[in-house]
């Protein structure tokens, strides 16, 4: 927060942010016949999307009153995007302006009373914020007067030279006068009254094991490999750094992967491999300058301790070569060659002044001229504060004993003159030495060779290189098409919870297929994907992460480097898709570019829950190895161990197969034998007795029909068996004997193999884990509503938790409800512990606290049965209770019934007393679209077009046939919730010009606040009429169709026909 005073008088406390969309319309209303003048005629939406950097000011009550976009490229019409530097360097004082150090300002709009403050605050903001930026520009044409507010911030650069057409005055606001350079000078004895206040600040270990005088006596230890500086400002020390030539460069080397950076020894330059994509050979011709910002002004300050690096004694580490490392052409540094580092030990800054952290760089690397790298080692746990932008991770061994993480930085890395440019054929050598040691050099070097020939593929796809360029030399690479799925991209993930789509162009979609980049110029990989947009006039990249089990040339994971540029691109989730019927939608179905099967790229979101439990009887542990072919099918490895041996033994098999248990997990497993080709007379399904009323499916039909597949396949089946025990009592190997007490004589069986689905219980490696832990284990580990055990700082999800008994709810837990929800709702609650920039969750009320959380998400079953039966079950969250039972109850509502198990065209929809979806069941002997089908769940049946009232009248014979009808297909789609909820919101909206909204209608004739003399739906009706809710309603459902048009072309809207 800061304050700013008003042109006539008074101030307010204001806050300077990052823009975002929903800012436009206060934005526009900040617009003045000026801001044309100035700026010209803008879309600010297109312009928040494009920006490099827009930031928006806003006083206490959250009211936008100023704001200012960035490009990195001038707002006038005849300079072209990426070639502007000739054009402005016709101006004074401007040859130092490069696309690393300069933005262009695009628009400026403030409240004019504290226009001024807010420019001000602006340009410092942003200064502090951009790393490596020098100048703002402003350019308008001559004509046009300056804003008053920023002719105090800009000063005009004289024109050396016209250009045909251009008239424009060029105006430059410079860093030095915001933001200024520290003064770095040898640290005093005197400067330890200043600097320990920080240390303490931060923390007192060092206090406490070193005593209260250790910054002196650190001070006063300087000599020729111990130094240390300090940073002042008005002659206060406000930034402290100790640094250390003595490092253990072995023990680093064995625990780090150093190879990069040739294992931070000195050698040959001609040695330095080109994974380390070595530094410049040429004399340096630049001299090393201060930096004068930093990336991120938000960062917390952090000290580093390299004692442990420095004094840690000589380990033989050995087996920590990881396979990448053993394949690898890279040349390892000799043990003889000469240390070529030095470390920071000690470092705190100020958290006024953190942002200027890098200022230290320059002097310190001038303090030790013969060491090349500087290195500094940060516990895990420590967030990235500013001076670790400058600085590279290096990537730890498997079997590292070090536990901190390494970082290393190099003095070629303060280099400014990072030029990013298409290549040419000049390059070519320089490119060939940059990825000879890569794994995918000759695929990059085959795409350099078609750039330099055709500039396009065989195919006619546009293809470009760009490079980066230090000092006459090639220390980056990247390989871009033009993105030629790009609707496919856009149908099946969800780029557009990043962009608006509409404002980018088809051709400036962009494929990234190659990027690297020297190590030591790492810090730079941001402005080096700014520039690859900036030249090739693209807005956005791409780059898809395929698995390694596609053999698709196109789409091989081999086609494309891993780019070590991940870590500034975002992952976009996946979309569910819509399974259409497309051969009766005929030339109404989407487009081949969407309907197409890709192989998916891989993303954070690939990864799929289930509702399966991963639970073992522990008192059915073996205390020595378990026998070969017992089979405990808990995750997937187990899974593939049996489906490996069924391979093995399908052709062979002799003896009998046990499936041990009556849950639908042992008919999956029956159904998976029986696919293997073996006989179904040596299948033997043993039930355990059950208290349980209802089956495994609670439908006695769906039972009835795998009884008698499994009958038909000729499988036996015993019921009341529980077992007694295998081989008399003895397990030394294989069992071969199973026995189980029954009603009446003991079941013996002669078995090669047991699949084993008795009652699932708690692990007993993870009990032992829960008690040695002290948490409270009452059956299961106990929880409370909020996820936490009794340890404050451990929290649990998943089917292994209860509740505590004090929420007497100990028939719910979390084994009753969907896994996908739980696992949004509890990182939605740790949200805020990774992300400082959210408010902290707020604490239920005590009261509230005493329940237990409601769950919305369905469950579902799916799986394929014995007979080929493809089996779906969604049901309502909550503990299973016997259908029967439940069909007694007079709220239980109705079911929708079409087909029968026999037939294989079982389909059956209950719909509650409120008439919405409350379970499906489907059992059909092809495969089902199961997406589709989640779908239906908690819709109402008129929205399923009055599916009670075409079935009553008999329009509707089979549900699968007229759930796959064109209607349909809007509610499937990933963003039909979405439109309810928009909808929804129309209906509770206040800002209709009516007394009450429907919704408070609603709520006071239900609690009888309101008499209604006539029929209550017709009175509501028409008061929906009446105040223009159906229109508005309608209006939302064409923009519903019309923006997911891609999706569904098989509606129409007005204007289309």
């Not at 008003?6 to 204001?14: F, K, M």
């Not at 206060?236 to 490092?247: H, K, N, R, Y």
């Not at 017992?630 to 899974?639: E, G, I, M």
């Not at 969250?877 to 109850?889: V, W």
């Amino acid at each position: 927060m800061t304050y700013i005073y008003g042109a006539s008088g008074g101030s307010i406390t204001i806050n300077v942010r990052r823009s975002e969309s929903r800012d436009a319309h206060q934005i526009m209303k900040l617009f003045a016949p000026s801001t044309n003048n100035m700026f010209g005629r803008i879309n600010i939406l297109h312009l928040l999307e494009r920006a490099n950097l827009a930031v928006t000011v806003e006083n206490e009550k959250n009211e936008v009153i100023a704001h200012a976009a960035f490009l990195d490229y001038p707002n006038v019409k005849s300079v072209e995007q990426n070639n502007w530097e000739p054009w402005l360097h016709m101006y004074g004082n401007s040859s130092k302006c490069t696309p690393l150090n300069t933005l262009f300002m695009h628009l400026f709009v403030a409240k004019p009373d504290f226009a001024a403050g807010c420019a001000r605050e602006i340009i410092r903001t942003v200064f502090n914020a951009v790393q490596e930026l020098h100048f703002i520009i402003l350019s308008v044409e001559k004509k046009v007067d300056l804003d008053p507010a920023l002719s105090l911030l800009f000063i005009p650069l004289p024109q050396f030279k016209k250009m045909y057409g251009v008239q424009c005055l060029v105006t430059v606001c410079y860093r030095k006068d915001y933001v200024p350079v520290l003064h770095i000078r040898k640290a005093r004895i005197e400067d330890r009254d200043d600097i320990t206040p920080i240390f303490n600040e931060m923390t007192d270990t060092l206090r406490t094991i070193y005593g209260e005088y250790f910054l002196a006596e650190l001070i006063e230890a300087q000599d020729e490999m111990n130094h240390a500086a300090v940073c002042e400002v008005n002659n206060t020390a406000v930034g402290f750094i100790s640094l250390c030539s003595e490092v253990n460069v072995e023990l680093l080397n064995n625990c780090f992967d150093l190879r990069p950076f040739h294992g931070l020894r000195k050698g040959p330059s001609e040695k330095l491999n080109a994974l380390t994509l070595r530094t410049a050979k040429s004399p340096v011709k630049e001299d090393i300058l201060p930096s004068h910002s930093e990336d991120n002004a938000d960062e917390k300050k952090e000290e580093t301790n390299q004692d442990e690096t420095n004094r840690a004694p000589h380990s033989d580490i050995r087996n920590q070569v990881t396979e990448r490392a053993e394949n690898s052409q890279v040349v390892s540094p000799r043990l003889t060659d000469a240390p070529n580092v030095f470390c920071i030990q000690l470092f705190c800054m100020d958290e006024k002044y953190e942002t200027r952290s890098q200022d230290f760089l320059p002097y310190i690397f001038n303090l030790y001229p013969d060491r090349d790298f500087c290195i500094m080692t940060v516990p895990h746990v420590v967030p990235e504060f500013p001076l670790l932008k400058e600085f590279v991770r290096v990537v730890p061994y498997s079997k590292t004993t070090l536990s901190h993480e390494l970082y290393v930085t190099h003095r070629k890395g303060l280099l400014k003159s990072f030029v990013v440019r298409l290549a040419t054929f000049d390059d070519t050598k320089g490119i060939e030495l940059l990825v000879r040691s890569l794994e995918l050099q000759h695929s990059i070097l085959a795409d350099l060779s078609t750039y330099n020939q055709s500039r396009r593929d065989v195919n006619g796809t546009p293809i470009q290189v760009i490079v980066a360029d230090v000092l006459s030399e090639i220390v980056g690479i990247a390989v871009i098409r033009n993105e030629e799925n790009i609707e496919y991209i856009r149908s099946h993930y969800n780029i557009e919870n990043f962009i608006y789509f509409n404002h980018h162009q088809r051709e400036e979609h962009g494929h990234l297929y190659h990027f690297a980049l020297n190590p030591i110029f790492y810090h730079y990989t941001r402005h080096f994907l700014k520039e690859i947009l900036r030249i090739t006039l693209k807005s956005c990249l791409y780059y898809p992460v395929y698995p390694k089990s596609s053999q698709n040339e196109v789409q091989s994971p081999h086609v494309h480097s891993l780019t070590s540029a991940l870590h500034f691109l975002v992952p976009v989730r996946r979309r569910r898709q819509i399974i259409y019927p497309l051969e009766q939608l005929g030339i109404n179905a989407p487009s081949k570019r969407i309907t197409k099967e890709k192989v998916p790229y891989l993303t954070g979101a690939d990864t799929k829950s289930t509702n399966k439990d991963v639970i073992v009887d522990p008192d059915k542990q073996f205390s020595e190895n378990v026998p070969p072919n017992f089979f405990l099918l808990n995750n997937h490895n187990d899974c593939e161990n049996a489906l490996d041996w069924l391979k093995n033994h399908s052709e062979n098999t002799k003896g009998n197969i046990i499936v041990y248990g009556s849950t639908i997990e042992a008919y999956i497993t029956i159904n998976t034998i029986l696919s293997f080709g073996i006989d179904g007379s040596l299948i033997h399904l043993v039930k355990p007795p059950t208290n349980s009323n209802s089956n495994c499916f609670n439908s006695s039909l769906v039972e009835t029909a795998v009884e008698e597949a499994l009958e038909k396949a000729k499988v036996s089946v015993h019921s009341n068996c529980l077992l007694s025990q295998w081989n008399d009592g003895k397990v030394h190997g294989q069992i071969t004997v199973s026995t189980f007490t029954t009603e009446s004589e003991p079941l013996i069986l002669r078995c090669v193999a047991f699949f084993n689905f008795d009652k699932k219980k708690v692990d007993y490696d993870a009990f032992k884990a829960i008690n040695k832990a002290c948490l409270v284990f009452d059956g299961k580990l106990v929880i409370d509503s909020t996820f936490h055990t009794n340890d404050i700082t451990i929290r649990s999800a998943g089917p292994l938790t209860k509740y505590s008994r004090r929420y007497y709810a100990d028939q719910w837990s979390h084994e009753n409800f969907n896994s996908k929800e739980i696992g949004f709702q509890l990182a939605a609650l740790m949200l805020h512990l990774f992300d400082p920039t959210l408010e902290q969750v707020t604490q239920p009320p005590a009261e509230l606290d005493l329940l237990v959380p409601t769950y919305t998400g369905c469950k579902v079953k799916e799986c394929i049965l014995p007979g080929d039966y493809h089996y779906l079950h969604v049901s309502k969250p909550g503990p299973m209770t016997c259908l029967d039972i439940q069909k007694g109850k007079p709220e239980y509502g109705r079911d929708i019934v079409t087909g029968s198990p026999s037939t294989g065209n079982y389909f059956q929809i209950h719909l509650n007393k409120y008439s919405t979806v409350d379970s499906i069941t489907c059992l059909s002997l092809t495969p089902l679209p199961v997406s589709n089908y989640i779908c239906l769940y908690g819709q109402h049946e008129r929205l399923l077009n009055n599916l009670c009232s075409r079935f009553d009248e008999g329009l509707i014979s089979d549900l699968y046939s007229y759930l796959k009808e064109p209607w349909s297909l809007c509610i499937y789609h990933d963003r039909f919730m979405e439109f309810k909820q928009e909808v929804r919101q129309l209906v509770e909206s206040e800002k209709f010009n009516v007394t009450r909204p429907i919704e408070e209608l609603i709520r006071q004739i239900a609690d009888g606040e309101l008499l209604v003399p006539e029929n209550t739906k017709e009175f509501l009706e028409k008061q929906f009429q009446k105040h223009g809710y159906q229109k508005l309603i309608e209006r939302s459902l064409l923009n519903y169709l019309r923006y997911n048009s891609d999706h569904l072309p098989m509606f129409a809207w007005p204007g289309v026909v």
